[in-house]
């Protein structure tokens, strides 16, 4: 049983394009994450959902666009891909607010060419 | 702001060998501090977690930490190492809303 699920794990594409890249988790939370990790493996937060309410959007472009259809799901749309865009997306999970600890997914390998 | 500082980028030890990596954040508040690590293309896993009470906190894998409030410091520590071990490993921090804030991370090479 995966906790926190991400599809797909890679996805490569050129510039220009749209993609998403979507999250599950079973873990009853409540709150979830998108992080991006760059080459150099620097990892930060993009955006937090809590019961489907955005929390936390840290001045990512508004190519980005996160959905939420429940609080199981948190989805990520990206418009008009750029190169800068390539990096490891991962999506965590938390049981709520106040609850700093973060359960993470694999992760999604995007390459933009 | 808070900024979680991990003063080593590589970490080479020997299998067997004690290792430290160490973690430095800036704070004025009360936090809650972590260590997640990353082994080769997967997610983080959670280490180990300091919310309160004891300064010495025990996590998985035979990986402990130490909070020191006076030097704003939480270093990892492990008596013996595996190959194993060898991963990312990162430094963390919860703060304001509901934001984890990583260190650069420490790269782990066990070597035989």
């Known amino acids: 049983d995966t906790a926190v699920s991400q599809t797909p794990k890679y996805l490569v594409t050129q510039m220009g394009n749209d993609k998403s890249i979507k999250c599950e988790q079973n873990?009853?939370?409540?709150?979830m994450y998108w992080y991006k990790q760059d080459s150099k493996k620097f990892l930060k937060i993009m955006f937090s959902?809590?019961?489907?309410?955005?929390?936390i959007n840290e001045t990512v472009p508004n190519r980005f666009s996160p959905k939420s259809p429940d609080k199981a799901h948190l989805n990520l749309h990206i418009n008009s891909l750029e190169l800068g865009d390539s990096a490891v997306y991962f999506c965590a999970s938390s049981p709520g607010l106040g609850n700093y600890e973060q359960y993470f997914g694999p992760g999604t390998r995007l390459t933009v060419t | 702001a808070q900024s979680v500082t991990q003063l080593d980028s590589q970490v080479p030890v020997f299998e067997e060998a004690p290792v430290e990596l160490r973690c430095n954040y800036s704070s004025s508040v009360s936090v809650y501090l972590f260590w997640y690590v990353q082994y080769p293309n997967q997610g983080l896993q959670l280490l180990l977690k300091y919310l309160s009470g004891s300064t010495l906190v025990k996590g998985i894998n035979g990986f402990e930490a130490e909070f020191n409030k006076s030097q704003t410091s939480f270093h990892l520590r492990k008596p013996s190492v595996h190959i194993s071990d060898t991963a990312e490993y990162f430094c963390a921090v919860g703060w304001g809303a509901q934001k984890l804030v990583f260190g650069q991370g420490t790269r782990l090479t066990i070597n035989p």
């Open positions: 873990l009853g939370h409540d709150t």
């Open positions: 959902y809590n019961n489907k309410e955005l929390i």
